[in-house]
């Protein structure tokens, strides 16, 4: 399978109003084409074609050729380039796609058109699993069928709305901010909002599709946003945004298959944009287009590299400065009145329009004020526009506005950011990008023209409407809000330095105008750049822009044509423009470099050989040369502007890049240089692209009368003549071109010479132009006939002199030369001939006709009438008798009485006159008595004599070519022209009705003196008012007056003719072959066909051949003696065009228009030299697309005069006409067509007794009618052969027409419908050997016979088989009874973990796509295909496919018979048929699952159920429906029986179940069971791998494997095999096959067969036959037809009654999901994060943890309470007990719940097992602090650490994996399903600062146990009872961790004496020392004042004692 993929492509002259533009791509004869797309600069398809490539592989030597088209303009004109891709680098490499971006494209000479595509080729060989997936096609693809070509199944055009669906899957987030977060995701596509559901954590599980479908042009879908937000459900409002990611339709849009599957998207705040990301969500974004495939989305693998994967907005914030300045050229208000300057009022203003200009960017628009009326207004204003680098938005679109941004347009500009901008990916070694940026630069518009005549014109959309001065800027940073400010003035004044204005000349010199619209009214051409030339425009001086009014004249076949001849019109126009030719030449330059190199690079392509190395050699020696002549001229070029600068510097490092690679060959050989040399082409071409331009186009206007028909469009640089070089000129500078005016129809065909440069340039100018350059001033003088005389009085509004339209001129006397100018000689009066040629030239034969006038009163008898001979208006005329045979004419036969018609015998017809005098209003064939008025028609016919020198040569005779600008020549001649009435046409000689005359008036101008510069760029201003001084005073004095404001004469413009004093004589021969598939006209089934060929000024046409749609001419026309004029080799290089136009000529008139395309011959300018050309195959454009393709060649010869064209043998003659050469025209050899004419299926009722016919190479095959169509829809007979000449080559050879037809009553035979089949060499084969037997179905040419498969495969059977056998032997032995269905389809997926066996037994084949895509299965349509039927005639709908009517099925078979009538024929191909009678059949349908089905209900999910119909049987039913899923699986068998072919359309529909019926439909796909019961590959029936008798794998088919083969090898004509008595041997197909080749041991597997049946079957399998498989089929919607809506996965059985009953069903009954308990023990916690302060001022957390299960929050469980904690350990051991219930097969926790109490279902909800533990704080009297998270999932279990201290965070990163910490090593997975216990440590992490830091560690032993074993071994929550499997024991926790209520004395122990007990006894000790000291400070007091008072005291106490002491004594 070969793929392309249409990126995109790069117009640089597109405007955005002309037709659209498609890409059409050829291989292999075979034609695709993507839709048609607006013309844009930059057109986007993102479309991928496909090619089955059968059994021919790619080759080597293999291209692809392109060709970027207007839709539905003829080539070459159509063509806007075209390139050829070499495919060798796919065949070397096959895995790698073949990307090429910004392709050049080439004309067809070979040169760039400036055009470029981006594209992508990959190459899926035969076999592989990709080649699978492209439905509907395989090695004989399905058959080329078109309704006759005009009902080509094609896409719309642009601007039509499509169906789209755009699809938003969310997956999970990753790292979400936050914590204790209940995401949700919310998505806005367009204006509908959705909204998934809440889920806890911050790593969510969604797995949610949102789809919103819309009617919409792509442009307005592209512009559609998509808003993914996501918000936490706990948080308040104005803090719930978690973060955004905000992106448009068009992103998806343009993306590689209009998706984004799997992608990241780094979430942003929407207010703090720079603050980094909140976190990773992933999603799949896709849109769906309506007939467009939608690309599968495989998911990534787990250890993915995400960065690569991540979609991030753009990093970046700028301010874009737009600044508008001015405007120039602005359009006049109302184009309609000629005003000139001297009646407008004072500052001119009147007649133009308020202004104003409005730009658009990335949704933002902004309007400039409106300023008044004026050509030329001023704004100075700055725009300013946020922008994200790299930029989203790509266009700034501007508008000039006539008014307020309400008003119309008057013209719209782009400006392409690609264009403006780098981002320096491109370039390489380090050169930096550059930011948007332009100008000051002047930027032209283009818009609608208004026609003054009021009439439609073709090409109104391209007029210039003035140009805008701009300067952008970027400014980094981000926006402050401002959207629009003033420019300062020094801004303005810096500008005006930059726009120097120089003077350039325009110059175009016209050879030949054809194809021209038929008079009455003259014919002009104007030339124009900018306003400069306009002849509407009054701002600008008149210069001589116009080429001269001509009448166009009749070619002698149908087309018209302005006889110039030798006197070929020069148009010349002066202007000022800024001076940028260092753009213009260095733009030159590139394009001449990319010309040349492509065409190395297409030579090398085609290269065969030792001829590349020399073509490569020849590429870099002329690359580098190019390269170095252009570096000088690129140093040297000025940069004025900033975009200059920065194109300057990336075009010399690129160039100087190429330039030094180019200097050095390539080591790896030559065949390495062609993907080098496309990309230094791709490269240079990106940089070919100046949008600073500031000139205009160059405009070519067809005006008739006063009104523009048509317009051809020229950039300005194309025509750029540089001084610097002929490389730094542009493309067509100076060279003759071809010319098509006209956007839709061809309006002129125009052959120019076109040169554009700066005045002072021009010198060599005229030496160029071939022939000799001629100016003139002419006026006529006019006159009238009055009483006889001659005279200028009673001119009827004629002025006295005019120009030849009648517009008042100035008399010759009052008529002056140009300043710079002189007269030549004096005033001559000479005939202006080309305007005199009558109606008659060319005419060979004219039927004269004169009426014959009677009349009679009432009663009275008939006489002649007043007015007795009359034309057919009644205006009278001289009577036959005296009408005199014109000179060079002669009578054929003499008057004749017309008695056709209306009239009586005699030819009268009668009538009653309305008034007297006046003709009867209606004429009669009967006469009555009250008729007054009779007349009878008499006709002659006259023929030319045939002139020796022919009709050309007349003409120029006539002309007076030869001496016409004599003096001699015109002397003395008055040269009048006289005229019946004014505005008619004149003629030389005086006739009796003349009433008018006038004169044409000449003189000859030369300059003064010489000129350095071409004297026609000094005739500017030469229009001007007279001199009021001359004028004639009393003139003037009468005007002024009677009040006129009438505008005096002016001077007139003079007239350029280039003349050429002898032509060139050619010989055109065209030799028309055939043109295939025409589209029929109108209604019609067939068409009447003739070709008109035109060639300059002369068209013949071919034959008419009736009634065929291929017609088959066979014809060379002949032009000889065509007058070309100017050098022979100008035409060699620019061959005029040569137009074939295709019309069915059924009746008279002009016919039809069929079909035109336009062709370029083959010139020879030595005939002695001349090849022979080929036939080519040239599209051909209708009125509703493309309309077939003409086989057609083309040569141009010199006629030299020495006679060498003489020799030249002349074409042979045959019936009538040339026929084509044996050289030329295709071998033709007898070949038959063998015809398998199956069936008719689906005609409409009415249908009674259909037949068929075959119409091929102008043979009709007629088949027997269907009798009974209701009863048996097949032909009674069905083989036919028909003999008949076709080509040799495949791509000459006619189609096959089907056409099918009724029989009804009276002989009426209506057509029912019809069909083309194209490619016919699909269907050739050899014809049958005498030894060979004929098989009913021979395969064609490509694909292996079965037999010959066999022999190929069989030296590796015995290897693969005995190392199948190997590896089932080493498997475990499993109990076979345990295996299923389900098995074996997961054994089939490749997990081995769902499947509960190896994947070496019984395989299943899994097909991506319908079993009639599969490529090697050939559609299913080996026996028979299917041809659609289409209704005949018309056009449809474009861009909508046609309807069916019906189907044929039948086949065809070319082979070559001999030439010798001897030799007896082969034998037929189609002699054995099955029996065409119905047959009655079982039908079994497999429906197993379906998954990307559309949201059908509120909740975004559906219910959906299966629905299986077969004719009028429909089994399914409406409770059966899964409920609220997206990924339904069934699991259903159905079993209907039918009649096939009567019911051969099965119907399988999925439907939404709705509690009200009627039920919506999701999707239905159709099954053709005829073609799989009637195909060789045995598709009724799966083939198994193994041969089972018993076990759910036993044999299921009808006939056994022995049976099966023996009816195979009838069926394919081979002798019957041949087995031996114990079966192990078997003979098939001339081979001989052991068992043992098959199975190299005993069988592994018990319930296995005989080995009859074992290697019978072996066999089959290797015959290729359909196996035992699953196909993926997709669904479609009656109500959105063309979009896919899912896929669901299913096979069919169908067994016939006819051989018996069958075998047992499969069971596929879906597996349940197995019920799990999961336990949970939480031993400890380590340095967990404390978060309260205890009166002690400590640091503690009271630390408890809770669990669930992701999904299950209503089972939520936790521990109990640590309290005081003071280090953050914790101990618990607590036993958390989750049950859930899981399915394997999808490694998902199965969660039925209802989503809300009114729920009527549960919604399964399927999540991957994931355990979630947060760690608390307890608060009393406040909420509960969080402390940290741990999230596992149990399918891949981080690795936990035996130690705490080992228990280490990691990194925080990208979401490389959904693990939350990266470090240097991933840490290891496990998954718990596997090992089901473990034990360790984990770490808790907690969100903080943007972050995640380690919060904790958490000990926890996890066990996983079934619900079996959850049973035998019970244990209970916490430490419940049972307390087992561990029993849990109360943790040892320390005592000051209890509750302070129980213990008070014991908590102020450990609470503060054990931690503060030093502290304690030192403030006890204080405070003891602090009593004393008190105690002290108190009693020292008292003590010292009782001392201070007595202190004598104590003395006297003392002594006191003392005495008494002593008297006491004795």
């Known amino acids: 399978m070969l793929r392309l993929l249409v990126a995109s492509a790069h117009i640089p002259g597109a405007t955005g109003s002309g037709p659209g533009v498609h890409v059409s791509a050829r291989f292999r004869g075979v034609p695709r084409s993507t839709r048609v797309v607006p013309e844009e600069r930059s057109p986007t398809w993102n479309e991928t074609l496909a090619w089955p490539l059968g059994t021919r592989p790619l080759h080597p030597t293999a291209s692809l050729t392109l060709r970027l088209r207007h839709w539905g303009q003829p080539a070459p004109r159509g063509d806007l380039g075209a390139t050829t891709v070499s495919l060798d680098r796919l065949v070397a490499n096959p895995g790698l796609p073949l990307a090429l971006s910004h392709v050049p494209l080439l004309d067809p000479r070979g040169q760039p058109t400036g055009c470029t595509v981006t594209l992508r080729c990959s190459y899926v060989p035969r076999g592989t699993a990709g080649d699978a997936a492209v439905p509907l096609q395989g090695p004989v693809p399905p058959p080329a069928v078109s309704p006759a070509t005009a009902h080509r199944p094609g896409k719309p055009p642009a601007g039509r709305k499509e169906d789209f669906q755009v699809r938003v899957r969310i997956i999970e987030g990753h790292q979400l901010q936050g914590n204790d977060i209940k995401p949700v995701v919310t998505v806005l596509i367009g204006q509908h909002r959705f909204r998934t559901r809440i889920r806890v954590g911050n790593n969510p599980y969604y797995n949610e599709v949102f789809c919103q479908n819309f009617h919409r042009t792509p442009a307005q879908l592209a512009a559609e946003p998509i808003r993914i937000q996501v918000l936490d459900s706990r948080a308040t409002r104005a803090e719930a945004v978690i973060g955004v990611f905000q992106l448009d339709v068009g992103t998806v849009y343009r993306a590689p298959g209009r998706s984004l599957s799997w992608k990241w998207l780094s979430l942003q705040h929407p207010n703090r944009p720079d603050a980094g990301s909140r976190g990773y969500l992933r999603v799949s974004l896709a849109v769906l287009r309506a007939g467009e495939p939608v690309p599968e989305q495989e998911e990534p693998a787990r250890d993915e590299d995400v960065e690569a994967?991540?979609?991030?907005?753009?990093?970046?914030?700028?301010?874009?400065?737009?600044?508008?300045?001015?405007?120039?050229?602005?359009?006049?208000?109302?184009?309609?009145?000629?005003?000139?300057?001297?009646?407008?009022?004072?500052?001119?203003?009147?007649?133009?329009?308020?202004?104003?200009?409005?730009?658009?960017?990335?949704?933002?628009?902004?309007?400039?004020?409106?300023?008044?009326?004026?050509?030329?207004?001023?704004?100075?204003?700055?725009?300013?526009?946020?922008?994200?680098?790299?930029?989203?938005?790509?266009?700034?679109?501007?508008?000039?506005?006539?008014?307020?941004?309400?008003?119309?347009?008057?013209?719209?500009?782009?400006?392409?950011?690609?264009?403006?901008?780098?981002?320096?990916?491109?370039?390489?070694?380090?050169?930096?990008?550059?930011?948007?940026?332009?100008?000051?630069?002047?930027?032209?518009?283009?818009?609608?023209?208004?026609?003054?005549?009021?009439?439609?014109?073709?090409?109104?959309?391209?007029?210039?409407?003035?140009?805008?001065?701009?300067?952008?800027?970027?400014?980094?940073?981000?926006?402050?809000?401002?959207?629009?400010?003033?420019?300062?003035?020094?801004?303005?004044?810096?500008?005006?330095?930059?726009?120097?204005?120089?003077?350039?000349?325009?110059?175009?010199?016209?050879?030949?105008?054809?194809?021209?619209?038929?008079?009455?009214?003259?014919?002009?051409?104007?030339?124009?750049?900018?306003?400069?030339?306009?002849?509407?425009?009054?701002?600008?001086?008149?210069?001589?822009?116009?080429?001269?009014?001509?009448?166009?004249?009749?070619?002698?076949?149908?087309?018209?044509?302005?006889?110039?001849?030798?006197?070929?019109?020069?148009?010349?126009?002066?202007?000022?423009?800024?001076?940028?030719?260092?753009?213009?030449?260095?733009?030159?330059?590139?394009?001449?470099?990319?010309?040349?190199?492509?065409?190395?690079?297409?030579?090398?392509?085609d290269a065969r050989g030792d001829a590349g190395g020399d073509i490569g050699r020849r590429l870099l020696r002329q690359l580098a040369q190019d390269c170095r002549r252009a570096l000088p001229q690129l140093e040297a070029q000025p940069t004025p502007t900033p975009l200059d600068t920065h194109l300057r510097a990336a075009r010399l490092h690129l160039l100087r890049r190429v330039a030094a690679a180019a200097a050095v060959p390539p080591r790896a050989g030559w065949d390495t240089l062609l993907p080098v040399a496309e990309g230094w082409l791709r490269r240079v071409v990106a940089s070919a692209v100046e949008p600073q331009a500031g000139v205009p186009d160059v405009l070519l206007w067809l005006l008739q009368g006063e009104r523009r028909v048509a317009c051809a469009r020229v950039p300005a640089t194309d025509l750029m003549f540089s001084r610097s070089g002929p490389g730094a000129c542009g493309r067509l500078c100076g060279r003759i071109q071809t010319l098509f005016l006209g956007s839709g129809d061809i309006r002129a065909q125009l052959r120019l010479r076109l040169w554009l440069g700066r005045v002072a340039d021009s010198g060599d100018l005229p030496r160029h132009l071939?022939?000799?350059?001629?100016?003139?001033?002419?006026?006529?003088?006019?006159?009238?006939?009055?009483?006889?005389?001659?005279?200028?009085?009673?001119?009827?509004?004629?002025?006295?002199?005019?120009?030849?339209?009648?517009?008042?001129?100035?008399?010759?006397?009052?008529?002056?030369?140009?300043?710079?100018?002189?007269?030549?000689?004096?005033?001559?009066?000479?005939?202006?001939?080309?305007?005199?040629?009558?109606?008659?030239?060319?005419?060979?034969?004219?039927?004269?006709?004169?009426?014959?006038?009677?009349?009679?009163?009432?009663?009275?008898?008939?006489?002649?009438a007043a007015a007795a001979s009359t034309d057919a208006s009644g205006a009278a005329v001289p009577p036959k008798d005296e009408v005199a045979c014109p000179q060079g004419w002669h009578v054929t036969d003499g008057w004749r009485a017309d008695v056709t018609g209306a009239v009586d015998e005699a030819g009268w017809e009668y009538g009653v006159s309305a008034a007297p005098g006046s003709p009867p209003p209606a004429w009669h064939a009967v006469e009555k008595t009250y008729h007054t008025h009779r007349r009878r028609r008499w006709l002659r016919t006259r023929r030319r004599d045939p002139g020796a020198q022919g009709r050309e040569q007349d003409v120029a005779a006539f002309l007076r070519l030869v001496g016409a600008h004599s003096p001699e020549a015109a002397a003395g001649a008055e040269a009048w022209e006289?005229?019946?009435?004014?505005?008619?046409?004149?003629?030389?000689?005086?006739?009796?009705?003349?009433?008018?005359?006038?004169?044409?008036?000449?003189?000859?101008?030369?300059?003064?003196?010489?000129?350095?510069?071409?004297?026609?760029?000094?005739?500017?201003?030469?229009?001007?008012?007279?001199?009021?001084?001359?004028?004639?005073?009393?003139?003037?004095?009468?005007?002024?007056?009677?009040?006129?404001?009438?505008?005096?004469?002016?001077?007139?413009?003079?007239?350029?003719?280039?003349?050429?004093?002898?032509?060139?004589?050619?010989?055109?021969?065209?030799?028309?072959?055939?043109?295939?598939?025409?589209?029929?006209?109108?209604?019609?089934?067939?068409?009447?066909p003739v070709a008109h060929v035109s060639f300059v000024h002369v068209s013949q046409s071919t034959r008419v051949l009736p009634g065929t749609l291929d017609p088959l001419w066979d014809q060379t026309l002949l032009f000889h003696r065509v007058l070309l004029y100017g050098d022979p080799r100008g035409v060699r290089d620019e061959p005029p065009?040569?137009?074939?136009?295709?019309?069915?000529?059924?009746g008279g008139g002009?016919?039809?228009?069929?079909?035109?395309?336009?062709?370029?011959?083959?010139?020879?300018?030595?005939?002695?030299?001349?090849?022979?050309?080929?036939?080519?195959?040239?599209?051909?454009?209708?009125?509703?697309?493309?309309?077939?393709?003409?086989?057609?060649?083309?040569?141009?010869?010199?006629?030299?005069?020495?006679?060498?064209?003489?020799?030249?043998?002349?074409?042979?003659?045959?019936?009538?006409?040339?026929?084509?050469?044996?050289?030329?025209?295709?071998?033709?050899?007898?070949?038959?067509?063998?015809?398998?004419?199956?069936?008719?299926?689906?005609?409409?009722?009415?249908?009674?007794?259909?037949?068929?016919?075959?119409?091929?190479?102008?043979?009709?095959?007629?088949?027997p009618t269907i009798t009974d169509l209701a009863a048996n829809p097949n032909f009674p007979i069905n083989a036919f052969l028909l003999m008949l000449h076709l080509p040799a080559e495949e791509e000459y050879v006619p189609p096959i027409r089907l056409r099918v037809t009724d029989t009804r009553d009276f002989g009426y035979r209506p057509e029912v419908g019809q069909a083309c089949v194209r490619s016919l060499g699909q269907y050739c084969c050899q014809p049958h050997g005498e030894g060979q037997p004929p098989g009913p179905g021979t395969p064609p040419p490509g694909s292996a016979a079965p037999w010959g498969r066999i022999a190929q495969i069989l030296?590796?059977?015995?290897?693969?088989?005995?190392?199948?056998?190997?590896?089932?032997?080493?498997?475990?032995?499993?109990?076979?009874?345990?295996?299923?269905?389900?098995?074996?389809?997961?054994?089939?997926?490749?997990?081995?973990?769902?499947?509960?066996?190896?994947?070496?037994?019984?395989?299943?084949?899994?097909?991506?796509?319908?079993?009639?895509?599969?490529?090697?299965?050939?559609?299913?349509?080996?026996?028979?295909?299917?041809?659609?039927?289409?209704?005949?005639?018309?056009?449809?709908?474009?861009?909508?496919?046609?309807?069916?009517?019906?189907?044929?099925?039948?086949?065809?078979?070319?082979?070559?018979?001999?030439?010798?009538?001897?030799?007896?024929?082969?034998?037929?191909?189609?002699?054995?048929?099955?029996?065409?009678?119905?047959?009655?059949?079982?039908?079994?349908?497999?429906?197993?699952?379906?998954?990307?089905?559309?949201?059908?209900?509120?909740?975004?999910?559906?219910?959906?159920?299966?629905?299986?119909?077969?004719?009028?049987?429909?089994?399914?039913?409406?409770?059966?429906?899964?409920?609220?899923?997206?990924?339904?699986v069934f699991g259903r068998l159905f079993e209907v029986t039918g009649t096939i072919p009567l019911e051969k359309d099965l119907r399988v529909s999925l439907l939404d179940y709705d509690l009200l019926p009627p039920d919506q439909e999701i999707g239905t796909t159709t099954i053709d069971l005829e073609n799989r019961l009637l195909s060789r590959f045995r598709a009724h029936c799966g083939l198994p791998t193994l041969y089972r008798t018993t076990g759910?794998?036993?044999?299921?088919?009808?006939?056994?494997?022995?049976?099966?083969?023996?009816?195979?090898?009838?069926?394919?004509?081979?002798?019957?095999?041949?087995?031996?008595?114990?079966?192990?041997?078997?003979?098939?197909?001339?081979?001989?096959?052991?068992?043992?080749?098959?199975?190299?041991?005993?069988?592994?597997?018990?319930?296995?067969?005989?080995?009859?049946?074992?290697?019978?079957?072996?066999?089959?399998?290797?015959?290729?036959?359909?196996?035992?498989?699953?196909?993926?089929?997709?669904?479609?919607?009656?109500?959105?037809?063309?979009?896919?809506?899912?896929?669901?996965?299913?096979?069919?059985?169908?067994?016939?009654?006819?051989?018996?009953?069958?075998?047992?069903?499969?069971?596929?009954?879906?597996?349940?999901?197995?019920?799990?308990?999961?336990?949970?023990?939480?031993?400890?916690?380590?340095?967990?994060?404390?978060?309260?302060?205890?009166?002690?001022?400590?640091?503690?957390?009271d630390i408890y943890v809770t669990g669930w299960l992701d999904g299950l929050e209503e089972q939520r469980q936790r521990t109990d309470v640590h309290y005081r904690s003071l280090q953050g350990d914790g101990g618990f051991n607590w036993r958390f007990v989750f049950s859930f219930e899981y399915l394997a097969a999808e490694q998902l926790c199965v969660l039925p719940r209802k989503e809300h109490f009114w729920s009527l279902d549960e919604t399964v909800l399927k999540v991957p097992p994931k355990l979630i533990l947060q760690v608390w704080d307890n608060d009393k009297f406040s909420a509960d602090d969080f402390l940290g998270v741990l999230e596992l999932e149990l399918t891949r279990l981080p690795q936990p650490a035996q130690h705490p201290q080992n228990c280490t965070p990691m990194g925080q990163g990208t979401p490389q994996s959904p693990w939350p910490w990266r470090g240097v090593r991933a840490p290891s997975r496990l998954s718990l399903f596997r090992q089901r216990r473990v034990r360790g440590w984990w770490p808790c992490t907690v969100q903080e600062g943007g972050k995640r830091r380690l919060s904790g560690k958490l000990e926890l032993s996890l066990e996983l146990l079934t619900a079996k074993e959850a049973e035998e071994r019970p244990a209970g929550k916490g430490r419940e009872d049972p307390n087992m499997y561990p029993t849990l024991l109360a943790p040892v926790r320390p005592e000051w961790s209890f509750l302070w209520l129980q213990a008070p004395l014991r908590s102020l122990r450990y609470g503060i004496w054990r931690q503060h007990r030093c502290r304690i006894s030192l403030g006890l000790?204080?405070?003891?020392?602090?009593?004393?000291?008190?105690?002290?400070?108190?009693?020292?007091?008292?003590?010292?004042?009782?001392k201070l008072v007595n202190p004598l005291q104590s003395l006297q106490l003392a002594s006191g004692e003392h005495p008494a002491g002593g008297a006491g004594k004795p």
């Not at 009066?829 to 109606?839: F, G, I, K, V």
């Not at 060979?844 to 009163?857: A, C, D, F």
């Not at 709908?1437 to 007896?1464: N, Q, S």
Request: hydrophobic share 35%; charged share 25%.
């Open 1137 to 1146: 065009a040569v137009v074939v136009e295709v019309f069915d000529q059924d």
């Open 978 to 1088: 006289y005229g019946s009435l004014w505005g008619c046409r004149f003629h030389l000689q005086p006739r009796a009705g003349d009433v008018c005359r006038r004169r044409c008036w000449h003189r000859h101008m030369v300059p003064t003196q010489p000129s350095p510069v071409a004297p026609l760029f000094l005739l500017e201003g030469s229009l001007g008012t007279e001199d009021p001084a001359e004028e004639d005073k009393p003139a003037a004095a009468e005007r002024q007056s009677r009040g006129s404001i009438r505008t005096p004469p002016q001077q007139p413009v003079p007239l350029i003719l280039c003349t050429f004093q002898r032509p060139n004589f050619f010989q055109l021969r065209c030799y028309i072959f055939q043109a295939l598939e025409l589209a029929p006209h109108g209604t019609k089934a067939t068409a009447d």
């Open 1592 to 1741: 759910p794998g036993r044999w299921r088919d009808q006939l056994p494997p022995s049976r099966a083969l023996e009816h195979f090898a009838r069926t394919r004509g081979l002798p019957s095999p041949e087995f031996n008595a114990e079966g192990t041997t078997v003979t098939f197909g001339d081979h001989t096959f052991l068992l043992s080749h098959f199975e190299s041991g005993p069988p592994v597997h018990r319930h296995l067969g005989v080995p009859r049946e074992r290697l019978a079957l072996h066999v089959l399998r290797a015959c290729h036959l359909v196996p035992e498989h699953l196909e993926t089929r997709t669904l479609y919607s009656s109500t959105q037809p063309g979009l896919e809506q899912g896929k669901v996965q299913m096979w069919v059985d169908i067994f016939p009654a006819s051989l018996g009953p069958p075998g047992p069903p499969v069971d596929i009954t879906p597996r349940k999901p197995q019920r799990y308990e999961l336990r949970c023990v939480v031993w400890n916690t380590r340095d967990v994060d404390l978060g309260d302060t205890n009166l002690a001022g400590q640091r503690m957390s």
């Open 1355 to 1528: 030296p590796r059977i015995t290897t693969e088989k005995g190392a199948a056998d190997k590896a089932a032997e080493e498997e475990e032995d499993e109990d076979e009874d345990e295996d299923d269905w389900w098995s074996k389809f997961y054994a089939a997926t490749g997990d081995k973990a769902k499947s509960r066996r190896g994947t070496n037994r019984d395989r299943l084949k899994i097909y991506s796509c319908e079993l009639e895509a599969v490529p090697e299965f050939e559609g299913l349509q080996d026996f028979c295909q299917t041809f659609p039927l289409y209704q005949s005639g018309g056009h449809p709908v474009a861009g909508e496919d046609p309807v069916p009517v019906g189907e044929f099925k039948g086949l065809f078979r070319i082979y070559p018979l001999p030439e010798d009538p001897g030799v007896p024929p082969p034998p037929r191909h189609f002699q054995e048929l099955p029996p065409s009678q119905p047959q009655k059949c079982l039908v079994r349908v497999y429906v197993v699952r379906a998954f990307d089905l559309p949201p059908r209900d509120r909740n975004g999910l559906c219910d959906p159920y299966v629905r299986v119909s077969l004719g009028a049987k429909t089994l399914g039913q409406r409770d059966q429906y899964v409920p609220n899923t997206l990924e339904p």
């Open 1965 to 1986: 000790a204080l405070l003891l020392l602090l009593a004393l000291l008190l105690t002290f400070i108190y009693a020292a007091p008292g003590y010292l004042a009782m």
């Open 309 to 605: 994967n991540l979609l991030r907005p753009p990093p970046c914030a700028a301010t874009l400065q737009l600044r508008v300045y001015r405007a120039e050229d602005l359009p006049q208000a109302e184009p309609a009145r000629q005003c000139l300057p001297s009646v407008l009022p004072a500052g001119g203003k009147r007649g133009f329009v308020a202004a104003a200009v409005r730009v658009t960017f990335a949704g933002r628009t902004l309007c400039t004020r409106v300023m008044p009326p004026d050509a030329n207004p001023t704004w100075n204003e700055v725009f300013f526009f946020p922008l994200r680098l790299p930029p989203i938005c790509d266009e700034i679109q501007l508008a000039i506005l006539s008014g307020s941004r309400s008003s119309k347009v008057l013209g719209t500009a782009t400006l392409h950011l690609s264009q403006i901008s780098s981002a320096g990916a491109e370039l390489e070694e380090g050169t930096p990008g550059f930011s948007p940026c332009f100008g000051p630069s002047f930027l032209p518009f283009y818009g609608p023209r208004p026609d003054p005549a009021r009439t439609p014109s073709t090409d109104t959309g391209v007029a210039y409407r003035g140009r805008v001065l701009l300067e952008l800027s970027t400014h980094m940073g981000t926006p402050d809000g401002r959207q629009r400010d003033t420019i300062a003035p020094e801004d303005i004044a810096r500008v005006q330095r930059h726009l120097p204005r120089r003077r350039f000349g325009l110059c175009g010199v016209f050879y030949s105008a054809t194809m021209v619209p038929a008079g009455p009214e003259l014919l002009r051409f104007e030339l124009s750049l900018g306003n400069y030339g306009d002849t509407g425009d009054v701002t600008c001086k008149p210069a001589a822009s116009v080429t001269p009014h001509g009448c166009p004249l009749f070619d002698g076949n149908r087309y018209r044509y302005l006889p110039w001849y030798g006197d070929k019109p020069v148009a010349a126009v002066t202007s000022s423009w800024e001076d940028a030719g260092h753009r213009w030449d260095t733009l030159n330059l590139l394009r001449a470099v990319c010309r040349r190199l492509e065409r190395n690079v297409t030579e090398l392509r």
């Open 770 to 864: 071939e022939g000799t350059l001629r100016v003139y001033a002419e006026t006529y003088e006019n006159q009238t006939k009055l009483l006889g005389k001659w005279g200028s009085r009673g001119l009827l509004g004629r002025p006295g002199f005019s120009d030849s339209a009648g517009k008042a001129g100035l008399p010759r006397h009052k008529i002056r030369p140009p300043k710079g100018w002189r007269w030549d000689g004096p005033w001559t009066a000479e005939p202006q001939r080309r305007l005199l040629l009558d109606t008659e030239t060319n005419v060979g034969e004219v039927l004269e006709e004169v009426y014959e006038n009677e009349s009679r009163r009432l009663g009275g008898e008939w006489a002649p």
């Open 1150 to 1263: 002009a016919g039809g228009f069929l079909g035109r395309s336009v062709c370029t011959p083959d010139v020879w300018l030595d005939v002695g030299r001349r090849r022979p050309p080929r036939l080519r195959r040239y599209s051909l454009g209708g009125p509703g697309g493309p309309a077939g393709e003409l086989l057609a060649a083309f040569e141009l010869l010199h006629d030299a005069e020495d006679g060498s064209l003489a020799q030249l043998s002349t074409p042979p003659w045959r019936q009538g006409v040339f026929s084509v050469p044996l050289g030329i025209r295709p071998l033709l050899r007898l070949v038959a067509l063998e015809v398998l004419a199956w069936g008719l299926r689906g005609l409409r009722s009415g249908v009674q007794a259909p037949s068929l016919e075959v119409q091929c190479g102008g043979r009709t095959l007629r088949t």
